[in-house]
C-alpha cells in the first residue's frame, strides 16, 4: 500500500470515528470568506453561536483560534503538522537512475575458499590439471574475471575450464560460482533538495514493523511493514532512553538502527569552493552528491569495519579507473587475503581507498570493507559518470566513533 492510500484511509477513518464518538447531530458553522487555509497552517475563522459548542473545522491551527475548539480531525492534523506532516504528503522529488547502469562489462567467477588456485598456459593443462604456470594465494574473498567458459568432456552440462580475461586458464574445480547477476539496489537522484531528512530500511531484517509511539515500553506495532531497502521520509526524532526513533509517518515509528538517514545539507564543507562535492556519512553508511549546492544523488554505502576504518577528512579524487584489479591482507597470517578483479567504476581519493563498485556485496548500508567506500555497481557506475578527478570528497562520522589520528590508518583497502 503506497503511503499517501496508508495516510488517505488513516485519516478518513480517523474523522468518521471521531464523529461517530462525539454523537454529535449537528454543528453549526460558518467560514469567513475572506480567510483561505494553507499547507503552512492558515486560520480558519469561525462565527460563534451563543451557548453552543463549536468546533474548528478540520484544518491546521498552529496558533490558538480563540473563537473555535481545535478538536477531533483539527487536533489530529494540527498535532501532524507540528511533526512535519501535511496532508496530502508530498512524495520525494526524486527517481530511481537508469537500470541500465547495473550491468557491467565483465563476467566474474568466485573461487573456493582457503586454497591456493592454480593458473594454466593453456585449456589442455588446465583440463588435465597439470604444468601450472603460477597460483592465486589462498583467501576468503577472491573473484576473477573471464571472457569464456568450455565444456570439453563429453556428456557434461557444466564448464570443465575458464579462460580468464588475463589469459591464462583455472580449472572448473577451483571455482565455487559464477557471479553475473550485478547487485539491483540502486538509489536515487533528485531534481530538488528534499526539505526534510529520508533514508532506506537497511537489509537487517526481511521487514521492519513500525510503532504508534516511539520506545519499546509500549507493545503497539501497526499491522504494515517496510521492506527492505525501502524509502522513507524522516519528519522527526525522539530519544527514549539511549535510543533514538524516527518518525516515517503518521503514528508510525521505526527505531534509528534500522534505517539508513541522509539529512540534506547544502552547505558546503570547509575547504569547497566550487559547490562539487561527495558527503559519505561513517555512522549512517550513506552517501550523497551536491551539484552546485543542491543534492542530486544518494545512496547506501559499505564503509570500512573496525579495525579497517575509513578515514575521516576531506580529499580530493585523484584517479578515475573504469576498473582495476585489488588485491591484499591486513592480518599477520594474511588469513583475510583478498582478491578481486575488475574492480569497476573506481576512483581513488585518499591513498588506496576509493569509491567503487562491489559486484562481491549483497547488502548495502552496513560497514563491511577494508577501508574503501563500496557502492552497489549501479551507484558507483552513476557516480563514476557525475564525478571527475579533482571533485572532493567529504568523509565524517556524526557519531565521533571513528578514529581521527592519521596514525591509526594505513594505505587502506577494498
Not at 557434461?156 to 580468464?164: E, G, H, M
Not at 533538495?193 to 514493523?209: D, E, Q, V
Amino acid at each position: 500500500m503506497s503511503l499517501y492510500k496508508t495516510i488517505f484511509r488513516r485519516t478518513s477513518l480517523g474523522i468518521l470515528t471521531w464523529v461517530i464518538g462525539t454523537g454529535l447531530f449537528f454543528i453549526i458553522l460558518k467560514v469567513q470568506p475572506s480567510l483561505a487555509a494553507s499547507q503552512a497552517g492558515a486560520l480558519v475563522k469561525i462565527n460563534t453561536v451563543p451557548n453552543s459548542p463549536v468546533l474548528c473545522l478540520p484544518g491546521i491551527y498552529l496558533t490558538d483560534p480563540e473563537d473555535c475548539l481545535v478538536s477531533g480531525p483539527a487536533s489530529y492534523l494540527t498535532d501532524m503538522a507540528k511533526q512535519g506532516i501535511f496532508f496530502p504528503v508530498q512524495p520525494l522529488a526524486a527517481y530511481r537512475p537508469d537500470p541500465g547502469l547495473t550491468i557491467y562489462p565483465f563476467l566474474y567467477a568466485r573461487l573456493r575458499e582457503h586454497i591456493d588456485v592454480p593458473l594454466y598456459a593453456t585449456m589442455e593443462d588446465a583440463v588435465d590439471e597439470i604444468n601450472s604456470v603460477g597460483y592465486i594465494e589462498a583467501g576468503e574473498l577472491r573473484y576473477v574475471s573471464y571472457t569464456k567458459e568450455v565444456i570439453v568432456r563429453q556428456g557434461r552440462t557444466k564448464p570443465d575450464v575458464f579462460l580468464l580475461k588475463s589469459g591464462e586458464w583455472v580449472a572448473a574445480r577451483d571455482v565455487a560460482q559464477r557471479e553475473n547477476a550485478a547487485p539491483r539496489f540502486q538509489g536515487l537522484t533528485f531534481t530538488m533538495t528534499p526539505r526534510n531528512a529520508f533514508g532506506w530500511i537497511l537489509p537487517i531484517n526481511s521487514t521492519t514493523k513500525t510503532k504508534r509511539t516511539p520506545g519499546y515500553q509500549n507493545n503497539d506495532y501497526n499491522l504494515w511493514e517496510l521492506t527492505e531497502y525501502q524509502v522513507v521520509q524522516i519528519y522527526a526524532s525522539q530519544k527514549v532512553g539511549d535510543t533514538e526513533w524516527y518518525l516515517v509517518g503518521p503514528d508510525e515509528w521505526v527505531e534509528q538502527r534500522f534505517i539508513g538517514k541522509v539529512t540534506p545539507n547544502p552547505i558546503p564543507p570547509e575547504g569547497v569552493t566550487d559547490g562539487r562535492w561527495i558527503e559519505v556519512n561513517l555512522f549512517e553508511q550513506t552517501l550523497a552528491v551536491y551539484d552546485q549546492n543542491q543534492l542530486v544523488f544518494a545512496t547506501l554505502i559499505a564503509s570500512g569495519l573496525e579495525p579497517f576504518y575509513t578515514r575521516p577528512g576531506l580529499f580530493p579524487i585523484y584517479k578515475k579507473l573504469d576498473s582495476t584489479a585489488m588485491r591484499g591482507a591486513f592480518e599477520a597470517d594474511r588469513s583475510d587475503f583478498y582478491y578481486l578483479e575488475d574492480v569497476p567504476w573506481t576512483m581513488y581519493y585518499d591513498q588506496a581507498r576509493a569509491l567503487h563498485g562491489a559486484y562481491w556485496r549483497t547488502r548495502f548500508g552496513i560497514a563491511q570493507s577494508h577501508g574503501c567506500v563500496n557502492l552497489s555497481p549501479g551507484d558507483a557506475h552513476w557516480l563514476f559518470n557525475w564525478a571527475k578527478e579533482g571533485d572532493w570528497v567529504y568523509v565524517w562520522d556524526p557519531s565521533g566513533k571513528t578514529p581521527t589520528d592519521p596514525k591509526a590508518y594505513g594505505e587502506g583497502g577494498a
